[in-house]
């Protein structure tokens, strides 16, 4: 019985110790489970993580192409730089002047003007590159007729065909104005164009550009103008796949230009559209009829030209009615009689001026003034005038309107204008009449040029007065032609014999009475017509813008001057050279001579001309011998040093005689520079050290010349 208790009692043990080894198993097979499920999720985290980091790895492989990709641009950024400020130093390029005259232009335009030349089928033919067309496409005509404007539409149209940036594209456009206001006559030539016109290329085209780079090693090698074009345009033409537009106005600035380089351009650019080189090279220029006559006569030279009188009658009839719609007497277009009237106008002037703006604006301006129809008629009458005709009858009106001190100063100005190396600024013409007048005009002389002067003379960029035309000066060559002394003689009276009249009027007459009848303005009419209207006299003009020049460095009035005597000191050495001693007379000579003399000995001058801002001219004096060369020429013309003392007479005597003159000239100054180098309390010294080195360098390198011929 216990054995069989015993059996039950193992089983049952059995029975649960396999219960509790089920209970466990199945415990360990959750955990277990759980274990790979936490496994599981940690190899998916792992995973996740690692997938995130090829996610990483490749968001910085990107990072890291697109850095290498920005060195990559910024290293050729940077040697495009280079490249460009290579180009910049080889080709001389100080600033873009060209671009202020386009935005002027730009800006000036009559609204809608231009737009049948952009719509005429020879400029769009020359526009299209894959059209073929002559290369060459040319506008002419006199001054006067908007062919400056028309260059200006073309370009404006040409970067909107054709915008910068485009690399892939690969066409450029280029331009140049000849006829800026304020050019000088430097800046008017066939070289200075091609070097603005290659660097403006150079900066859309980059592989252009790698050429032109390569080949500003030498710049002294590019030589005239045509040397210049072959190294730089000519040459890259077959390995340079690419479109350039070229705009060049006002070619007739250009007549001069020894070897009339143009021509030669104009058959390399007609050659390679005959090629088909790589390079295509379109040229748009304007010019008088007078310049385009041996370009298209000239062999090998392809070209297509418009012009203009009655092609862009549309432009003249638009401008003519702007003009009209600021015109109080022609505003009111609801009546009938103002309609009739504004056609009338429209179709006198249209017809009569032929596309001439400069005939133009005078005949428009004489209407503005009118308040009658039958004024306004008697104004058209004129309108098929030439220009010649239109200027006399303006300057007769003048002659008729203006005071005797309104007409003196504007001879003054005028002479000035004609007689400067370059357009003068309107405080250096004050300064003008300032000498002249020996006080300032209570009215602006800007006022004064736009209301009195206004039909002669006009202010144009950085205030700088101009001739309103070019016309205008060739008036008064042959005005100055046509009167000799003798006719003049005829109608003038002698100051003398005004003195006489004078003084038997006073004896008769109490003050009051004698001003009463304008006995003063009646005598200062009489003393002659050359000092009663408006006349200039071109033969004598260098020899009065020296002589106001050198007034105003005589003179304490500084800060109003210093205008005035910058463009003397800029100028007077070249004017000098200008003036032939021989034709000149012998008083005008003499009063240079004692202003003269002075700019070498007086210490009062120096002071005025050797300031930090032309210290630059110290290469034209310590550095050569031209202007030196001139000044011995002055000083050995016995008019010149009548009136000299006799100590500098004896200098003068001593300079002319001497084998090194460059000595005995600059020695005065050479002093007085060397004082400003060892006193002054200003560090900045090295503009005199240079000057003296200069001056020392060549008066040795003389007196080595001297002894080696002696020798």
Same mark, same amino acid.
């Given at each position: 019985?216990?054995?069989?208790?015993?059996?039950?009692?193992?089983?049952?043990?059995?029975?649960?110790?396999?219960?509790?080894?089920?209970?466990?198993?199945?415990?360990?097979?959750?955990?277990?489970?759980?274990?790979?499920?936490?496994?599981?999720?940690?190899?998916?985290?792992?995973?996740?993580?690692?997938?995130?980091?090829?996610?990483?790895?490749?968001?910085?492989?990107?990072?890291?192409?697109?850095?290498?990709?920005?060195?990559?641009?910024?290293?050729?950024?940077?040697?495009?730089?280079?490249?460009?400020?290579? @180009?910049?130093?080889?080709?001389? @390029?100080?600033?873009?002047?060209?671009?202020? &005259?386009?935005?002027?232009?730009?800006?000036?335009?009559?609204?809608?003007?231009?737009?049948?030349?952009?719509?005429?089928?020879?400029?769009?033919?020359?526009?299209?590159?894959?059209?073929?067309?002559?290369?060459?496409?040319?506008?002419?005509?006199?001054?006067?007729?908007?062919?400056?404007?028309?260059?200006?539409?073309?370009?404006?149209?040409?970067?909107?065909?054709?915008?910068?940036?485009?690399?892939?594209?690969?066409?450029?456009?280029?331009?140049?104005?000849?006829?800026?206001?304020?050019?000088?006559?430097?800046?008017?030539?066939?070289?200075?164009?091609?070097?603005?016109?290659?660097?403006?290329?150079?900066?859309?085209?980059?592989?252009?550009?790698?050429?032109?780079?390569?080949?500003?090693?030498?710049?002294?090698?590019?030589?005239? /103008?045509?040397?210049?074009?072959?190294?730089?345009?000519?040459?890259?033409?077959?390995?340079?796949?690419?479109?350039?537009?070229?705009?060049?106005?006002?070619? #007739?600035?250009?007549?001069?230009?020894?070897?009339?380089?143009?021509?030669?351009?104009?058959?390399? @650019?007609?050659?390679?559209?005959?090629?088909?080189?790589?390079?295509?090279?379109?040229?748009?220029?304007?010019?008088?009829?007078?310049?385009? /006559?041996?370009?298209?006569?000239?062999?090998?030279?392809?070209? /297509?030209?418009?012009?203009?009188?009655? =092609?862009?009658?549309?432009?003249?009839?638009?401008?003519?009615?702007?003009?009209?719609?600021?015109?109080?007497?022609?505003?009111?277009?609801?009546?009938?009689?103002?309609?009739?009237?504004?056609?009338?106008?429209?179709?006198?002037?249209?017809?009569?001026?032929?596309?001439?703006?400069?005939?133009?604006?005078?005949?428009?301006?004489?209407?503005?003034?009118?308040?009658?129809?039958?004024?306004?008629?008697?104004?058209?009458?004129?309108?098929?005038?030439?220009? #010649?005709?239109?200027?006399?009858?303006?300057?007769?009106?003048?002659?008729?309107?203006?005071?005797?001190?309104?007409?003196?100063?504007?001879?003054?100005?005028?002479?000035? @204008?004609?007689?400067?190396?370059?357009?003068?600024?309107?405080?250096?013409?004050?300064? !003008?009449?300032?000498?002249?007048?020996?006080?300032?005009?209570?009215?602006?002389?800007?006022?004064?040029?736009?209301?009195?002067?206004?039909?002669?003379?006009?202010?144009?960029? %950085?205030?700088?007065?101009?001739?309103?035309?070019?016309?205008?000066?060739?008036?008064?060559?042959?005005?100055?032609?046509?009167?000799?002394?003798?006719?003049?003689?005829?109608?003038?009276?002698?100051?003398?014999? !005004?003195?006489?009249?004078?003084?038997?009027?006073?004896?008769?007459?109490?003050?009051?009475?004698?001003?009463?009848?304008?006995?003063?303005?009646?005598?200062?009419?009489?003393?002659?017509?050359?000092?009663?209207?408006?006349? !200039?006299? !071109? #033969?004598?003009?260098?020899?009065?813008?020296?002589?106001?020049?050198?007034?105003?460095?005589?003179?304490?009035?500084? #800060?109003?001057?210093?205008?005035? =005597?910058?463009? $003397?000191? &800029?100028?007077?050495?070249?004017?000098?050279?200008?003036?032939?001693?021989?034709?000149?007379?012998?008083?005008?000579?003499?009063?240079?001579?004692? %202003?003269?003399?002075?700019?070498?000995?007086?210490?009062? &001058?120096?002071?005025?001309?050797?300031?930090?801002?032309?210290?630059?001219?110290?290469?034209?004096?310590? &550095?050569?011998?031209?202007?030196?060369?001139?000044?011995?020429?002055?000083?050995?013309?016995?008019?010149?040093?009548?009136?000299?003392?006799?100590?500098?007479?004896?200098?003068?005597?001593?300079?002319?005689?001497?084998?090194?003159?460059?000595?005995?000239?600059?020695? $005065?100054?050479?002093?007085?520079?060397?004082?400003?180098?060892?006193?002054?309390?200003?560090?900045?010294?090295?503009?005199?050290?240079?000057?003296?080195?200069? %001056?020392?360098?060549?008066?040795?390198?003389?007196?080595?010349?001297?002894?080696?011929?002696?020798?």
């Amino acid at each position: 019985a216990e054995l069989s208790k015993l059996e039950n009692l193992v089983q049952n043990e059995t029975k649960m110790s396999i219960a509790l080894i089920l209970e466990s198993t199945k415990i360990s097979e959750g955990k277990i489970t759980a274990g790979f499920s936490d496994v599981k999720s940690s190899i998916d985290t792992v995973d996740s993580k690692l997938d995130t980091l090829d996610g990483h790895m490749d968001s910085v492989s990107t990072l890291l192409e697109k850095h290498d990709l920005a060195e990559r641009r910024r290293d050729q950024e940077g040697q495009s730089k280079q490249r460009r400020d290579k @180009i910049k130093a080889a080709l001389k @390029i100080d600033k873009e002047v060209w671009r202020s &005259y386009q935005e002027d232009y730009v800006g000036n335009i009559v609204p809608g003007t231009g737009q049948w030349l952009l719509n005429d089928p020879q400029f769009s033919a020359w526009a299209d590159p894959n059209t073929k067309s002559p290369p060459i496409f040319g506008l002419k005509a006199k001054e006067g007729y908007g062919k400056s404007y028309l260059s200006s539409a073309a370009i404006r149209h040409l970067y909107r065909l054709y915008p910068p940036g485009n690399q892939d594209a690969r066409m450029s456009v280029a331009y140049y104005f000849f006829g800026g206001t304020t050019f000088n006559s430097t800046e008017k030539s066939v070289n200075i164009a091609l070097r603005s016109i290659i660097w403006q290329l150079t900066q859309n085209d980059a592989v252009y550009q790698k050429n032109v780079a390569s080949a500003c090693d030498k710049p002294e090698e590019f030589g005239d /103008s045509l040397e210049l074009w072959k190294q730089l345009v000519v040459n890259f033409s077959p390995k340079t796949n690419a479109v350039f537009y070229i705009v060049l106005d006002g070619i #007739e600035e250009l007549d001069s230009e020894i070897g009339k380089p143009l021509v030669e351009v104009f058959r390399d @650019i007609s050659a390679m559209a005959n090629e088909k080189s790589m390079m295509t090279v379109r040229l748009f220029i304007t010019g008088r009829p007078t310049i385009f /006559s041996e370009a298209e006569t000239a062999s090998g030279v392809s070209l /297509s030209t418009i012009e203009l009188g009655i =092609r862009n009658k549309e432009d003249i009839e638009k401008y003519i009615e702007m003009r009209m719609n600021n015109m109080e007497i022609l505003k009111n277009k609801e009546k009938p009689e103002i309609l009739e009237l504004r056609d009338l106008i429209k179709t006198g002037l249209g017809k009569g001026t032929q596309g001439d703006y400069f005939q133009l604006n005078y005949l428009l301006t004489e209407i503005s003034k009118k308040r009658r129809k039958k004024e306004i008629q008697e104004v058209l009458e004129h309108a098929g005038e030439d220009r #010649e005709a239109t200027i006399a009858r303006e300057i007769d009106h003048l002659n008729h309107t203006l005071g005797y001190e309104d007409i003196q100063d504007l001879v003054a100005i005028l002479s000035w @204008i004609m007689g400067a190396k370059r357009a003068p600024f309107l405080k250096t013409l004050e300064g !003008v009449l300032l000498i002249k007048n020996g006080e300032a005009s209570l009215m602006p002389l800007e006022e004064q040029v736009r209301t009195k002067y206004s039909s002669l003379l006009e202010i144009a960029e %950085y205030d700088s007065v101009i001739l309103r035309s070019k016309a205008i000066r060739e008036f008064f060559n042959k005005q100055t032609k046509k009167e000799t002394n003798e006719a003049i003689a005829k109608t003038e009276l002698h100051p003398a014999e !005004v003195a006489i009249v004078r003084r038997f009027l006073n004896s008769v007459c109490d003050k009051e009475l004698f001003e009463k009848f304008g006995f003063e303005e009646f005598f200062k009419s009489k003393l002659g017509s050359k000092s009663a209207s408006i006349r !200039v006299n !071109v #033969e004598t003009l260098k020899i009065y813008v020296i002589l106001v020049g050198m007034k105003s460095v005589a003179s304490d009035r500084d #800060e109003e001057l210093k205008a005035l =005597r910058n463009a $003397h000191f &800029y100028s007077f050495q070249e004017c000098l050279e200008a003036v032939d001693l021989a034709l000149t007379q012998p008083e005008p000579k003499t009063e240079i001579g004692t %202003y003269l003399i002075k700019h070498f000995t007086d210490e009062t &001058y120096m002071k005025k001309w050797w300031i930090e801002d032309r210290m630059f001219q110290r290469s034209w004096w310590s &550095y050569e011998d031209k202007h030196v060369n001139t000044m011995l020429k002055w000083f050995k013309d016995s008019a010149v040093t009548r009136n000299l003392s006799a100590e500098m007479k004896e200098w003068v005597n001593g300079l002319i005689s001497n084998a090194n003159p460059n000595d005995d000239l600059l020695c $005065h100054t050479a002093k007085y520079i060397a004082k400003q180098w060892l006193q002054t309390v200003n560090w900045e010294t090295r503009n005199f050290f240079w000057w003296l080195l200069g %001056y020392v360098t060549k008066v040795w390198i003389s007196s080595c010349s001297g002894l080696f011929i002696i020798c």
